[in-house]
Each structure stands twice: as structure tokens, then as C-alpha cells.
């Protein structure tokens, strides 16, 4: 299932709790994440030098989010001329009637999707099936998840969180499934998946990036399956995010291979392909109609931050939720949204909305860790601290709008401020108590806090016993 709930702060409390408290689990991840750190620090050895590489596709990406609305139009006018229908889809609700009108039309019963996560943010598969096709995902994660009735964990792995018997005992409820071998269980997918491409009346994918120079679509993959998805079918819907362009073909030279050091560690991905339009006359192979949904969907609001823009240079490598320890302890179910990890939650409050998704802002311990292997240079943890200071200045809590009145009334009128310093002592030692127990107000900051004792003197008590004995000769 495709399907991204809203889930609020409480049940992201209840459900990030819940996987932290699973230590199998949790090992699970950490074992595949460093597996992934070690050949990923072993591919980068390779590069001549990485920060400059770094340096180099964050340069790009930043061209082509300043230059967004320019290269957009040179790229829908090159695919048009290239023979591709161009819809622009400035919400989900656009994307989603757009792509429904094009099955519709076609009489489409038989739907065969590669890897697109701009597909799972405007919740495309639950559409399409409540609209009675039969739409089937044919990357090997994806469709385990799917088969699975679940969201992607995580927007490049998508099944990592399931061991091997857990997806032998998925597969079963399809077929018999004989071994939980890898490969077994790959041949499996396989088997089923053959059928499905033969059968489909429509092929839809994702675009890793958008040639503008050219009109051209790059997508990256390791499985073959994006391929024929786009290419077996007569008809090939790409829908992909408007920040992902590129203003020249010969951008993906870099931006290629360090999306597949970044994302997986390979030098580069297994299968590169680069799509411009349908078949021509006298070609044999491709589909007789392309079109390229281009979707908005908030990406616009971001852009007109000029403070955060720059995470719409982000080419969606995973690299941040891999080395984030927020996300190694939670999983990626609990951020209960499309993209998770830090740049999820960057990006999500754009896209979705500030105060309904700024608590996850608040899940990062903002150690940077994120920021510094972005493979374009996004400043992740800073951003996380924009949102959280955007949040509070949006709806400041009453709590602390009341305490910083106070403040403020007090620190403005000396008199105050040394009547409540000896009435603060005296009411810590009161509460002492209750402190730390349910009936203390700051239970919850307490909880995993120490609130030293108060000093029995205050500074300026101490200043001014200095003072008298300096000038007593002491
Ligand atoms: S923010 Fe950077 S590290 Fe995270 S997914 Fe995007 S490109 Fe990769």
C-alpha cells in the first residue's frame, strides 16, 4: 500500500516508542546500515576528491533551483518536441485525476509501475486500485511492500526493515515460495513479475532528473525493471517533482555516479537509461505515447524560502536517513510520511504543512551527521532548527508566551527580581517533593533531567559580599 497517513505528534510518539523499544530490530537496521557505510567508504576512497565532487554537484543542482522556471519551460518545450505530452500538476489531486483520465481513455485494465516516490506522495496506487485497475510495483522492495500492505521504510530501501522469512512467509500468501535464499526469493519475484509487464497497458516511473538542454529523462536503477516498465508497454507515464532538473545532459556525469556512491555505494547504479519520447516511426522498440506529469505539490513554497531552498537540491539518495541516529533507532514507519529521515522532515512541513508536521524537526539530536554526508551539500540540521524556530514563531505555546511576559515584566523592575530570588529557592525546596513524580509540573522535562539545587546565594549576593570585603581590607 502507498498509502501516507498524517500521523500526528501523539501517534508518532506512541509509534517511534514502540520501534525503539524493539532491540532485534533495531540491530537488524544497524547491521544492514553498516553495511552500507563500509562499501560506501570504500567507493568514495575511489573518487580522486570527494568534497570537490560534492562541491561540484551541489553547484549544479544550486544552477538549476535558481534558474527553476527557465530550465522548466526549456524542458517542456524539448519534450513536446521530442513527441512527449507535458502535464503541469500543481497538487496531488492535479496528478492524480491526470494520470486516471490517461487510463481511462486508454482503457487501461493493467498497470505496471517502477520506483517513483513522487507516486507514493500523491498516493497514486491507492487511487488506481480503488478504481479497480490492477496496478502492480516492480521494483523488488516495493513490491514486497506492496505484497505487503505497507508503505516503503525507507524512500531508496524500501523493505529493509523485513527479514528473510518475513518476505518468504509475504510470498506465500501469493505462491509457494520455496527457500528464503536471496535468490530464491528474487526468481520468485521474478516469475510473477514477468507475466505482469507483458500484460500492462500502461507503464508509470519516476525521473531521477529532467535534461532541460535536451527534453530527456534519466532514471537510475539496479534491477533492469524501470526499463520495462518504460519501454514494454504502450503507454509510459513518467511523474516526477519539479526540482529535478538538470540544465545540461553532461551533468549527469557527476550527478550519476555520486547518487550511486551516496545511495548504495556502487560506483555507480546498474542500469542508466535515458528516455526522449515515444517510439518514431521505423523504431521498434518503446511506447507508441509518453507523457510527463510535473508535479508542485508545495515544491513552489519551498522555493520562495530563501533561507531552506536549497533542500530542493536534494536527488533523493537516502545517504542522510543512513547515518542519522534518530532513524537508526525509530525505523522509518514512524515518521508516517513519504520521505523520511532528516530531509523528510525538511521538506515535509513545506509540502504538507508547518504546524502539522513540525515535531518532526524536533526527532534529530542535531549532531550534523546528515549535512556532512549529503552528497549536494543540503544543510540539514540547520534547517531543522529554521523550522522549529518558524514553528514557534507562527503559534508561540501559551505556556511559554505567559513565562516570557513574566520574564520580561520582572527583569525590567529590579525590585521584583530580588523579591523572587529568594521566593524561587523557597519554592524549589517546597517542590522538592513532588519533583521528578506525576504531580510535578515539569514532569516530562524531568523525567530525563536533574534540576541541580539552587545555589544558596545568588550572584549578585556574592558580588556584593565581595565587593564589602575588598573594600573591609578582607
Ligand atoms: S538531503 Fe542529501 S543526503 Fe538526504 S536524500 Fe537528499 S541528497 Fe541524499
Known sequence: MSETKIIPLQQFKHDSAEVAADGD???????????????????????????????????????????????????????IKNGTKVFWASDEEEARQYILGILREK???????????????????????????????????????QQNKEAPYHFVFPCMHLKRAEIKAIFEKIAACPSDDPEALTMFARQQLREKYLRADVGISGGNFGIAETGHIAITENEGNARLTCAMPKVHIAIMGIEKMLPRLSDLSLLQPMLGTAGAGQRITCYNSIYGGPKKPGETDGPEEMHVVLLDNGRTTLLADPEQRDALRCIRCGACLNVCPIFKNIGGHSYGTTYQGPIGAVITPHYKGLQEFKHLAYASSLCGACTETCPVKIDLHHHLLRIRRNSVSEHPPLMEKVAMKGFAFAFTRPWLYHLGTPLARLGHWLSKPIQGTKLDPGYLWRKTRTLPDMPKESFHEWFEKREQQKKAGK
Open 25 to 79: 530490530r533495531r540491530e537488524f537496521l544497524r547491521t544492514a546500515l553498516g553495511g552500507y557505510m563500509n562499501t560506501r567508504t570504500a567507493t568514495q576512497h575511489g573518487y580522486q576528491d570527494w568534497e570537490a565532487a560534492r562541491s561540484g554537484a551541489a553547484e549544479i543542482k544550486w544552477e538549476a533551483i535558481d534558474r527553476l522556471p527557465e530550465l522548466l519551460e526549456q524542458f517542456e518545450a524539448n519534450l
Open 107 to 145: 482503457n487501461a485494465k493493467h498497470v505496471i509501475k517502477s520506483k517513483t516516490m513522487t507516486s507514493e506522495e500523491i498516493h497514486l496506487n491507492s487511487l488506481l486500485e480503488a478504481e479497480g485497475f490492477d496496478v502492480v510495483e516492480s521494483d523488488l522492495g516495493e513490491y514486497i511492500v
